[in-house]
């Protein structure tokens, strides 16, 4: 039997505060306590094993990281309301259903009593029970609210493939039924190869009157969607995609600047928010840096230059990091140039500026959002006015 040993010298404490003593202690062997759950899930509720992919690899740590995101939200009711909504809404194209969160909490609650041997308590049970009953009603609600107005999953059909390096692909689609969304936001992908392996991309375009998306894929080592979307899916072929999500969007009501910045496919959203600014008819100043290792590998140069030559609010510089750097100076791009400036793109921004009115995009792979974050606050902008998608769910998306 489990032993319970409560820990007299944290006296009382509230529910996230016991959540959070477990998650921390948990947090090491994640992956064990992880296996554990899910093997008593399938072996006690065999009906759910079909939800989910064939190979579990990459779902093991999603639950887990589920529940630090929403214990990390836990003291802003509004953003975990909104986290845990969208969460729901995109569960639905699992077939997930109300009947299936009180099987999941028990095998949770059971793997968490095997697990937290040292901060498990009646109290952290009781505390686990009352959060993870409030976080399935805001999941199931959203969903139930989803269910009047969205599809759980749009068909979409391939209508283009264009293989722009010999890696990256760029992939026109044309869902099924109209798809709304916002530039900047991303949405997931099943391919027919995979079943129930999902996984993100942004969109390349904003919204076009034709109805038509596009993506631009990497493949990338043992990525499964990616590789079968860049070698193996054609015109033709059908993929399904999930609900939009992301909050990377621009605010119409300023003419504020933006500056943006995208690392290798991290051009795909800034190029729809380039075309969004467009649109919009509203003159305010666009700055992009897109980065990429060498000028190879900028593979989508061509289209966002035709951008900056039709739109004089907006100005592109194309920038290189796989060159011997010669100090300060940055080697032969200069400002007003044409060639590549040299460099990591946060540290090409450095060279450039003020920045300090502008709002900032970051687009890319999770190392370059986190520095770029740094070197946005370090020339002035604040926080609230630097967008980029989570980079736990980048994190992810690039495994
Ligand atoms: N919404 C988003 O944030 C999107 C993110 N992505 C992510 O972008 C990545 C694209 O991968 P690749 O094309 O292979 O890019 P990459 O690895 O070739 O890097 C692209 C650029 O980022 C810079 N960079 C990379 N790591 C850096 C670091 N630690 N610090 C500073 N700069 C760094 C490189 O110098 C280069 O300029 C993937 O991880 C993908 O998941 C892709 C599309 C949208």
Redesign the pocket.
């Known amino acids: 039997m489990q032993l319970r040993t409560p820990l007299p010298e944290y006296g009382p404490a509230d529910d996230s505060t016991l959540i959070r003593r477990n998650l921390e202690e948990i947090e090491p062997v994640a992956d064990s306590a992880t296996a554990y759950f899910y093997a008593l899930l399938f072996v006690q509720h065999p009906q759910l094993r079909e939800l989910f992919p064939v190979s579990m690899d990459t779902q093991r740590d999603r639950i887990f990281r589920a529940l630090l995101t929403a214990a990390r939200l836990s003291d802003d009711p509004d953003v975990l309301t909104e986290y845990l909504s969208g969460l729901g809404r995109g569960h639905r194209k699992y077939g997930t259903q109300p009947e299936h969160y009180p099987a999941v909490g028990e095998c949770l609650i059971a793997a968490l009593t095997q697990y937290c041997t040292l901060t498990w308590s009646d109290e952290s049970e009781a505390a686990w029970v009352r959060v993870y009953t409030t976080i399935s009603q805001i999941m199931i609600d959203a969903a139930a609210e989803d269910e009047k107005r969205a599809p759980a999953w749009w068909n979409a059909e391939i209508v283009a493939h264009e293989m722009r390096t010999p890696g990256i692909a760029v992939l026109t689609v044309r869902p099924d039924q109209p798809y709304p969304f916002r530039a900047g936001q ?1 949405t997931s992908i099943e391919t027919p190869w995979w079943p129930r392996v999902w996984r993100h991309y ?1 969109f390349a375009s904003a919204p076009r009157s034709d109805g038509l998306l596009s993506f631009h894929v ?1 493949a990338v080592p043992a990525g499964w969607v990616s590789n079968a979307l860049v070698h193996r899916a054609r015109p033709g072929d059908t993929v399904r995609l999930g609900p939009p999500s992301g909050s ?1 969007t621009v605010d119409h009501s300023t003419d504020t600047g933006l500056l943006c910045l995208g ?4 051009i ?2 800034i190029k729809a928010l380039v075309e969004d600014v467009a649109e919009h008819g509203r003159s305010r100043p666009v700055e992009v840096f897109y ?3 060498s000028d190879h ?1 900028l593979y989508d140069l061509h289209t966002m230059l035709r951008l900056g030559d039709r739109h004089p609010w907006l100005s592109v510089r194309p ?1 290189v ?1 796989d060159v011997p750097l010669h100090g300060p100076g940055y080697g032969p791009g200069q400002p007003g140039g044409s060639a590549p400036l040299e460099g ?3 540290d090409v921004i450095r060279q450039y500026g003020p920045w300090s009115a502008y709002d900032g995009y970051l ?7 986190r ?1 770029a974050v740094d070197a946005l606050r370090g020339a002035g902008i604040p926080a609230h006015r630097i967008r ?2 989570s980079i736990d769910e ?1 994190v992810a ?2 495994q």
């Open positions: 991303y942004s990497k990377m690392g290798g496919t991290g795909a959203p980065g990429a290792r590998d920038v990091s990591q793109l946060p687009s890319g792979p999770p190392g370059m959002i520095s980029h998608d980048l998306a690039a």
